[in-house]
């Protein structure tokens, strides 16, 4: 079991929340929902070429929740308050699940992304706790 959540965890995920409404990141979030369904790093680049806005969205949403993710594994933020409420983490994870390995070997880049992978797993392992069956229903409506 993680920490007991603080003040302070409370506050961080209020000013993440916030940075989530910023114009240009909300815009890539709505374009990375509707529009980001890559399933290899040939999809990706037809989809996201290099210098395109859809490149900028993706690495925009992506970064973001990497660095949200970066927090928790890091013990800054603490999971299981994030969990109820970080829902959007999990979605872009599964999102890019499948393209990772191949993302990771084009940029010679081993890290790209753990720290979202990381977190993804172990909110799954909660939710699963938590609510079983639920996470599968989500899988099967993001994925398809």
């Known amino acids: 079991m993680s920490r007991t959540a603080t003040y302070d965890d409370a506050n961080l995920i ?6 989530r409404r910023e114009p240009r990141l909300r815009e ?3 374009w990375f929902t509707s529009s980001f369904k890559a399933k ?7 989809l996201c070429p290099p210098g395109s806005e859809p490149n900028a969205s993706y690495r ?5 929740w990497e660095l949200v993710a970066s927090f928790i594994t890091s013990g800054v933020l603490q999971d299981e308050l994030f969990f109820q409420s970080g829902r959007e983490l999990l979605f872009v994870w599964e999102r890019v699940r499948d393209i990772a390995p191949q993302v ?9 992304w ?3 992978e ?21 899988q099967k409506r993001v994925r398809g």
């Not at 939710?127 to 069956?133: L, M, R, V």
Request: charge should be positive; hydrophobic fraction near 45%; charged fraction near 25%.
């Open 104 to 112: 990771r070997a084009q940029i010679k880049n081993d890290v790209e």
């Open 40 to 46: 290899s790093f040939e999809e990706l680049m037809a």
């Open 14 to 19: 209020l000013k993440l929340y916030d940075m």
């Open 28 to 30: 890539a979030r709505k």
């Open 60 to 64: 925009m949403v992506t970064t973001y």
């Open 118 to 138: 990381t977190v993804a797993n172990a909110y799954i392992k909660w939710w699963n706790a938590a609510s079983p069956g639920a996470y599968e229903a989500f």
């Open 114 to 116: 753990k720290n979202l």
